[in-house]
């Protein structure tokens, strides 16, 4: 499989006041990761990182 990256449409979460996204994406270990994450000036924290789900992995791996 191709290491495509694939950014799921931002969320806007009221009680914080900000945009979340989220990423999917193989690591250097093949492994697929959902990466969440926002944007403010000059940076992007990450809120977390974990593995991808069954069906997150199926919707990758489909195009999805």
């Known amino acids: 499989m ?11 979460l009221d009680s914080v006041g900000e945009f979340r996204f989220l990423t999917i994406g193989q690591s250097k270990l093949q492994k ?10 000059n940076e992007i924290p990450l809120i977390s990182a974990r ?13 999805v």
């Open 51 to 63: 593995l991808a789900s069954k069906q997150e992995r199926k919707n990758y791996e489909s195009g």
């Open 2 to 12: 191709e290491n495509v990256f694939v950014i799921v449409p931002a969320k806007l």
């Open 32 to 41: 697929l990761l959902v990466i969440s994450h926002t944007e403010r000036e």
